[in-house]
């Protein structure tokens, strides 16, 4: 577990959690129901962080402002 990444997710790991996603900033309502509906949609079919790539990559290319996809991160405790 790097130092750089963990510190947000470590109280997680400490309580048995296995993964665990994050902002590293606030994001208004709306921008953040899309990323996550996205999300939430790839995970019935993709691992966490392929889902999450893919909706970032996705998200990007419709020309969404940086700010409100580039802050969400996933940490996996393995």
């Known amino acids: 577990m790097e130092e ?3 510190p947000r997710a470590r109280p997680f790991y400490r309580i048995g959690v ?4 994050s902002r590293f900033w606030p994001v208004e309502d709306e921008p953040s129901v899309a990323i996550m509906t996205d999300l939430y949609r790839r995970l019935t079919a993709e691992p966490v962080a392929t889902a999450l790539a ?3 990559e996705e998200h990007h290319r419709a020309g969404h402002p940086a700010s ?5 991160v996933f940490y996996d405790n393995d």
Not at 18 to 21: I, L, N, P, S, V
Not at 68 to 72: A, F, H, K
Request: proline share 0%.
């Open 68 to 72: 409100t996809w580039v802050g969400l």
């Open 4 to 6: 750089v990444t963990a």
């Open 18 to 21: 296995a993964a665990a996603k």
């Open 54 to 56: 893919s909706v970032q």
